[in-house]
């Protein structure tokens, strides 16, 4: 066997490799060489640096596995990967008390205005009352994402005797208490945090939460610090929101666009920052080099990986009949992720008609791993479906019945929040994904890509044409619409399928409209 490592990454994991294969280091190999090479290896190293796109993983014919030396994933191609028979591993908690140290070290610069005061006084200064500081203790520090990471970032600041405030709406409220912090709303930890960090991982739901809205709502005297993820903060609304004083500062460890040395917060001298180090401790990269070397050795040798994030293993000989099936169970917890309000706790996944018969273990994986994908910073599968549910305190529940009302065969996830209960179901008709309930309501859409809003409503005469009214006004083409009602003007169910996303003045719009209950955008 023959591995290809592409970035740095520690000697202890390459020796452990070397132990059982042949390894090549090439780090800083340029794309298109890693492309005219990749054919001749079993395995591929990289961290953040290497792009693994789909041309590298077309051209890696040999290629059984792709192991990133940490957690995220934006720079692999996951989805040509599986479409490979490529399986993709990484190593998620070998990093995680480093993160979590950076992040709390970053606090305190910024607290103390360490990194100002030391260039002051190197160039001459000796200005104490320019830099007075101010206390952890007694402040209220807003965590969003209680993963690994933001979990840990907890447990410390608990040591500084601060207020903790988290918003996670995919962790239960026993998690939250047993961690000692307060689970709120995003809008009450904008306005009510001294400190707030984020730990989330970078995709749609998650890209530029952080904007302006969301920075207009917090105090003056707030400081941002983010070591997860570059676009989940709007860089130019939060290097714009400092200069004008409505921010007090911030310390930054990742960027949009990494090397960030021409970034637009490094022109802000109330901006600290650093060139993604929350991982880069010794004990870290040993960590994550022994993990990701253990899991390729584990695919190598068709032994089970802990850390897995694609492809779910089925049976082949249940395979033909299960595989169509992962994107019905993966989109159903989408979707119920997007309607869902409130704080999370229990989960029940039920199958019914002949799929019963079958081992649903992989459908469940698919189905928490599209519920759970917003805000977990691991991609959940098949190994840890169930142990990322348990570490968020979330009690999945799996039914089974071999009779199926109204189709074949049927997926539905049921969440209970602290807002009630949220209900989405879907078949597979024809080789396609439909989604054919929602709530105690029967539909039947085909989610192939695009926008969607979804409206409570009371069934009566108008009412769709006011929406219409408002979805033209903001030149949003709607190209589907499907009514579901439980009786004549009674409560009903709008679903539209949109061309683009409907903009959040025009969503709110809609809310205004009398006997419209809620309006929900989806992209699925």
């Not at 090479?37 to 590298?56: C, F, N, P, W």
């Not at 005797?161 to 961690?179: C, G, Q, T």
């Not at 409503?457 to 044409?465: E, K, N, Q, Y």
Request: hydrophobic share 45%; aromatic share 4%; charged share 20%.
């Amino acid at each position: 066997m023959k591995v290809l490592v592409a970035d740095p990454v520690a000697q202890d994991g390459i020796e452990l490799l070397r132990k059982y294969a042949e390894v090549d280091e090439r780090v800083g190999i340029g794309h298109e060489e890693l492309v005219s090479i990749i054919g001749g290896y079993e395995a591929l190293v990289v961290r953040s640096e290497t792009r693994v796109s789909q041309d590298v993983i077309e051209a890696g014919g040999k290629l059984q596995v792709i192991g990133r030396a940490g957690v995220g994933l934006d720079n692999i191609d996951v989805e040509a990967a599986t479409r490979h028979g490529i399986a993709v591993v990484n190593a998620p908690a070998g990093n995680t008390v480093s993160a979590a140290e950076h992040t709390i070290a970053m606090m305190l610069a910024l607290a103390r205005h360490i990194p100002q005061a030391n260039a002051s006084l190197r160039s001459g200064g000796w200005q104490r009352n320019k830099f007075v500081g101010t206390e952890m203790r007694g402040k209220t520090l807003g965590i969003i994402g209680l993963g690994k990471v933001g979990s840990e970032v907890t447990k410390r600041a608990r040591g500084f005797e601060m207020r903790i405030l988290a918003y996670d709406p995919l962790v239960s409220v026993e998690y939250a208490r047993n961690l000692g912090m307060e689970l709120t709303s995003m809008e009450e930890l904008l306005k009510g945090s001294d400190f707030i960090t984020i730990h989330v991982p970078l995709n749609q739901a998650t890209r530029g939460l952080i904007g302006a809205k969301e920075l207009s709502m917090v105090k003056p005297t707030v400081c941002f610090i983010n070591c997860a993820r570059g676009g989940v903060i709007d860089e130019g609304a939060l290097y714009k929101a400092i200069e004008e004083g409505r921010v007090a500062g911030a310390a930054i460890d990742v960027f949009t666009k990494e090397p960030a040395t021409d970034n637009i917060l490094l022109k802000s001298d109330r901006i600290i920052v650093t060139p993604h180090l929350g991982a880069s401790t010794v004990e870290a990269q040993t960590n994550v080099a022994l993990d990701v070397a253990q899991e390729i050795l584990a695919v190598l040798n068709d032994r089970p990986t802990r850390y897995a994030v694609n492809a779910p293993m089925i049976p082949p000989d249940t395979a033909p009949f299960l595989l169509p099936f992962l994107e019905v169970a993966s989109v159903v917890g989408k979707l119920v992720s997007q309607l869902a309000e409130g704080q999370f706790g229990t989960i029940t996944i039920k199958f019914e008609g002949e799929i019963a018969n079958y081992d649903t273990t992989a459908l469940k994986a698919a189905s928490l791993g599209g519920l759970l994908e917003s805000m977990s910073e691991e991609r959940v599968n098949l190994v840890n479906a169930n142990l990322i549910a348990q570490e968020r305190g979330l009690k999945v529940i799996e039914h089974k019945g071999l009779v199926c009302e109204n189709y074949g065969n049927l997926v539905t996830m049921e969440v209970n929040t602290s807002a009630g209960t949220t209900r989405a179901a879907g078949t597979l008709m024809r080789g396609e994904v439909h989604i054919v309930r929602v709530n105690d309501y029967w539909i039947d859409i085909v989610p192939i890509g695009g926008y969607w809003l979804f409206s409570d409503h009371l069934d009566r005469p108008g009412l769709i044409g006011a929406v219409g009214t408002i979805t033209g006004s903001a030149d949003v083409d709607i190209s589907f619409m499907q009514v579901s009602r439980q009786k004549p003007r009674g409560p009903a169910l709008m679903v539209l399928g949109l061309d683009e996303p409907i903009p959040e003045e025009q969503r709110q719009q809609i809310l205004t409209i009398p006997d419209v209950y809620t309006a929900k955008a989806v992209k699925l």
